[in-house]
């Protein structure tokens, strides 16, 4: 026979265990550093992977796309947009090998190939995920006031983020935040990619040679200029994250010293 008290006492011994792995469990969801909060949905998780998989994309893409500069500048372009293929395409078009429109419209897929899924980002997650994007101190004071303008400040600046002093991405996410249709966004998108590339490549079809014969040199020493890349990469990511760690270290110091 059971006692009542000691069957009460296990009852809300197991019922505290249970609170409390449930509270370690939401805890683990609750990383301030995730973009989501609480347990991810499939669509965050969906969504997060789309968006490592284009930081990978980034870095394998990098050797083959300063080799085919100087080479075949259509196809680099096809693959990422970068702006010395824009400009290396354009001016083997004043050369003679290939067209300015060509040079122009090649570059639309690469140039919008992820933008779409940074403005998903921003519908799922917001202005969480904006304040975790590198650059993001400089709009963080005007969230509110970027909000409340809405598409009269966002339709602009999603036609004109490549020539805005933070990154594209960001302006991205702040279209998905603020409500912008996809259909709107993608149809914005679309016209700032054609106005950059157009500009580009005029700067390409006025060098003519001269950018033909830097472009060459990049894929002949494209590996070189990987490795410098790669390597100055490195460099910037380890001196922010010691930066973050020495303010984290300075917040927990101040939090713990005595009024």
């Known amino acids: 026979m059971s006692v009542p ?14 609170a409390t792995a449930a509270a370690e469990k ?10 989501w909060s609480g347990k991810p949905r499939a669509a965050d998780i969906l969504c997060w992977l789309g968006i490592v998989v284009s930081g990978l994309f980034y870095w394998v893409l990098l050797p083959l ?10 196809l680099a372009e096809l693959l990422n947009g970068g702006t010395e293929s824009i400009i290396s395409a354009a001016a083997f078009a ?5 067209t300015l429109v060509v040079a122009v419209l090649a570059a639309i897929p690469g140039l919008m190939k992820f933008d779409a899924l940074y403005w ?5 997650w917001g202005e969480r995920f904006i304040m975790a994007l590198p650059g993001s101190q400089r709009v963080t004071k005007h969230m509110g006031r970027v909000q409340r303008a809405g598409r009269k400040f966002i339709w602009p600046a999603v036609v004109v983020s490549s020539v805005l002093p933070i990154p594209r991405t960001i302006i991205y996410v702040i279209a998905g935040w603020v409500g912008m249709r996809l259909v709107t966004f993608l149809i914005l998108d679309l016209i700032g990619a054609l106005l950059w590339a157009g500009l580009l490549a005029g700067v390409g079809y006025t060098l003519g040679h001269h950018a033909v014969v830097a472009a060459k040199t990049i894929s002949h020493y494209s590996w070189w200029f990987t490795i410098g890349i790669v390597a100055l990469s490195v460099l910037v990511t380890v001196r922010s994250q010691r930066r973050l760690m020495a303010a984290a270290a300075q917040a927990d110091q101040n939090d713990g010293s005595p009024p």
Do not use: C, I, K, Y
């Open 5 to 18: 008290e000691t069957d009460s006492a296990q009852a809300a011994e197991r019922a505290v265990t249970a």
């Open 26 to 35: 939401a805890d683990r969801w609750n990383d301030p550093q995730l973009p």
């Open 65 to 74: 796309r300063l080799s085919l500069v100087g080479t075949h500048p259509v």
């Open 94 to 98: 004043r050369a003679g090998d290939g």
């Open 120 to 124: 998903w980002a921003g519908r799922l």
